[in-house]
Each structure stands twice: as C-alpha cells, then as structure tokens.
T-cell receptor
C-alpha cells in the first residue's frame, strides 16, 4: 500500500519568502507528526495532530511556523519569512494511533539562501 | 535535556550479529523504547519497540535492561543493506519521540 508522501522533496527559498510543505499520511491514520532534522542530528519534534486537532505544537521554533490539518488527512507545514536557520529536512510521520509506531515520509529538504 | 545516548559509529562484518547499545536514563516506567533506522535521503524506518520485556521480530531483537535505563538492538545476521544510521528513541507522555544523534552502522564485506 501507499506510504507517507511529502512534497516537494526539495525546496530552495530566498530568505524572507514563505514556504508550504505538504504531507499525505497513510489513509486512515489518526495521528500525524511533523519533525525537523538538521544535518547529522536526529529528528526534533515540531507538532502533532490527532485527526484535525492540533494537540501539541510545543516544538514549533517560532511563530513563523504554522501547521494545519483541516480535514484530518493531508497536512501542511507553513514557514513564513524563512531564515537561514530554517534550512533542514522536514519529516512527516503518521500513525494509526498515538502509541503505535510512526511511519515516516521521505522528507522535504528546505534550503534557505 | 532528555535525549538518548548512542555511540556515533560502529562497524560490523557482513553475516555477523550487530549489537547496537543505547542509554535512555531519563525514561519513565511507562514509556516505550522504539528503534528506527535511516538510510541516506530517506525518512526513518521503524524496526522494533518494547516496554520491558525482550522483543523479537523479523528484522531484529530488542534487549531492555531490568532498570530500563538502556537497551540493545541486535541485527542477527547483518547484510550490506543494513548500513544506515540507527536511532534509539522513546515516546514521552506527550506522545513525542525523543531522539538522540544515532549510531552510524557500517557493514563491511
């Protein structure tokens, strides 16, 4: 079956531009997570949805970061006024429920120039 | 800051067992340990998880110490395709996975 997909796979943005990163979770998965992964590091939690409800956004690094999942399936992570420190791989994961293993997408590599 | 601690890199000969250690001293009694691996340019792939009993599946075995402060992932017969970065994580009470920097495992022919 289809896994988690993310688009675009690569994004280059000029400093100050807004970007939108999309995640298509596995069909029927209730939980959806966003992570940020810097080069050579493990993923860092950003935010978590259960269906359309954003239950935890404690990992979002600033108010320039915003995530939504309006119909409880596809999710979008938006970064406004991108900065160089936002350059990273952004990973999306979905899970049948909270305590199950998470299935990751391939990530979106964002480079801010 | 709660993190897991792993050796940065390890080598293993093809066909031998690869034993990857992890310290998770800040884990609480009801928090599961999860292991993932990540091959270059791909997202992390789930391997196995456990709470306090040893676990085995088709990919690996997981040994968790009695005090739950450390665990070992065992790949019984490593192949070249097992070369990857292996992450030991645990899920905290907020359903967040807590990650460290991982172990880069290189399988040598």
């Amino acid at each position: 079956g289809a896994g988690v997909s993310q688009s675009p796979r690569y994004k280059v943005a000029k400093r100050g531009q807004d970007v939108a990163l999309r995640c298509d979770p596995i069909s029927g998965h209730v939980s959806l997570f966003w992570y940020q992964q810097a080069l050579g590091q493990g993923p860092e939690f950003l935010t978590y949805f259960q269906n359309e409800a954003q239950l935890d956004k404690s990992g979002l690094p600033s108010d320039r970061f915003f995530a939504e999942r309006p119909e409880g399936s596809v999710s979008t992570l938006k970064i406004q006024r991108t900065q160089q420190e936002d350059s990273a791989v952004y990973l999306c994961a979905s899970s049948p429920s909270d305590l199950y293993e998470q299935y990751f997408g391939p990530g979106t590599r964002l480079t801010v120039t | 800051d709660a993190k897991t601690t792993q050796p940065p890199s390890m080598d293993c000969a093809e066909g031998r067992a690869a034993n990857l250690p992890c310290n998770h001293s800040t884990i609480s009694g009801n928090e599961y340990v999860y292991w993932y691996r990540q091959i270059h340019s791909q997202g992390p792939q789930y391997i196995i998880h456990g709470l306090k009993n040893n676990e085995t599946n088709e990919m690996a075995s997981l040994i968790i110490t009695e005090d739950r402060k450390s665990s070992t992932l065992i790949l019984p017969h490593a192949t070249l395709r097992d070369t990857a970065v292996y992450y030991c994580t645990y899920m905290d009470s907020n359903y967040q996975l807590i990650w460290g920097a991982g172990t880069k495992l290189i399988i040598k022919p």
